[in-house]
């Protein structure tokens, strides 16, 4: 079991390993929705609550599949739950506000994909969770994958119009910025503790 | 396989598109986590190309013999299980080589559940092709995959450490850059390899380009 304490695993969550700035996941939805600031935090905020749902839920699974002794079913399982998790955010967003269902287009669906819902899963259950430290990793996890998609937005929408040489326009431009934010978030290194 | 079936024939190309035109990394920037984080030093990131490759051959050829009998509204879930059951035997089976290799990979094996590349060739390519077609092509696809983090993993070691698959390439004096080694050296390295490949591809364009200008008088 875990000792960390509560406030170190968020801390830790959110800055020092920042999912997307440090740990590389969930860089598909990162490049492909930061293009908007608008719509970026609610897609942070929807990847959010998938991951605290499946985080929950993942919690469950393994419990149970430590107690019936199939852990090597482990992935298949944590991966039915988190599609199940994307489709009920799905169906309770299409009915509370249509208008950001249709914002978000194909990359709602996508959150199934998204490796940052599945790391949250498989982390917590490598590094032996108990529930409320769970709950705590995947929260701030999910807030720290907003910060990064916010952060990149308002970045990409200050640099549309600048003049970019036109070899670096696109994937290569918006890679070099994610370079150097993390760079920047190297600095969180000496906050908390490391792996 | 039925007659009835109209697929272009089986030739290099279908191996070939995967490699180079339709390269995952280079040129889709599709699977970027993996692509990113395990290509620290070129061992590890042929590794990960290898591992992606079997699951992506193992993946594609299920799919594509069970094409006919998954109904379609259960489909992306069915795929899912298919990729997740060749994941896990790959994961045991990487334990059971190197477990050195299985620490410094870490939860990224797990992860190629979640690669875009492997549902987007299943659900674009294997689901629609014959056995022959999505085995050639999945090769193609896991090749390209490798090529592509190999370059970057290659890049990263010799700039971070001053080595190729663990040989020292430079003398005692050789400064390492650590920080390509560390998380924003994947982004520049692979910031900088997109960069080379969009001029290559802009200077390639331009005489085509001037041809077609003076053709068009």
Not at chain 1, 64 to 85: D, K
Not at chain 2, 30 to 59: H, Q
Not at chain 2, 136 to 164: D, Y
Request: glycine share 10%.
């Amino acid at each position: 079991m875990a000792t960390e304490s509560l406030a170190t695993i968020a801390l830790n969550a959110l800055l020092v390993n920042n999912f997307v700035f440090s740990l590389f996941l969930g860089l598909c939805p990162f490049l492909g929705v930061s293009g908007r600031l608008n719509t970026s935090w609610p897609m942070g905020l929807a990847t959010m609550l998938v991951m605290f749902v499946s985080s929950v839920c993942a919690f469950a699974i393994n419990w149970l599949l430590t107690v019936v002794q199939l852990e090597f079913l482990r992935l298949i399982c944590y991966i039915a739950v988190i599609a199940s998790a994307v489709q009920l955010v799905e169906m309770s967003m299409k009915k509370f506000s249509p208008t950001l269902f249709r914002a978000l287009g194909i990359y709602l669906p996508l959150i199934t994909t998204n490796c940052a819902i599945l790391g949250v899963a498989l982390f917590q259950t490598a590094k032996e969770y108990d529930f409320v430290q769970s709950m705590v990793y995947s929260l701030a996890a999910g807030a720290g994958f907003t910060l990064a998609l916010v952060l990149m937005a308002g970045l990409r929408e200050r640099l549309e119009l600048a003049s970019v040489p036109k070899v670096a326009q696109g994937a290569a431009l918006t890679l070099m910025l994610a370079g150097t934010l993390s760079l920047a978030f190297m600095g969180f290194a000496g906050l908390g503790g490391a792996e | 396989m039925t007659p009835a079936e109209k697929s272009p024939p089986l030739d290099f190309d279908t191996f070939l598109s995967g490699v180079w035109r339709e390269n995952p990394v280079l040129v889709m920037l599709l699977g970027m986590c993996p692509t990113l984080a395990v290509t620290n030093s070129a061992i590890n990131a042929f590794a990960m190309g290898a591992a992606t490759t079997f699951v992506l051959v193992g993946s594609g050829a299920l799919v594509s013999l069970l094409r006919r009998l998954v109904p379609g509204t259960v489909r992306i879930a069915t795929y899912i299980v298919i990729i997740a059951s060749f994941v896990t035997v790959v994961d045991y089976l990487i334990q059971a080589v190197s477990l050195a290799l299985y620490a410094a990979l870490g939860a990224f094996i797990q992860l190629i559940v979640v690669n875009c590349i492997i549902l987007g060739r299943a659900e674009a390519y294997a689901s629609k092709r014959p056995l022959g077609h999505a085995i050639v092509n999945a090769a193609g696809v896991g090749t390209g995959f490798t090529l592509g983090l190999l370059l970057l993993g290659s890049v990263r070691e010799i700039l971070g450490a001053g080595t190729l698959f663990g040989l020292p390439l430079f003398g005692e004096q050789f400064q390492p850059w650590v920080v390509m080694l560390l998380p924003p050296g994947g982004f520049f390295v692979l910031g900088m390899w997109l960069l080379v490949f969009s001029w290559l591809r802009e200077r390639r364009g331009r005489p085509h380009a001037e041809a077609r200008h003076i053709h068009g008088h």
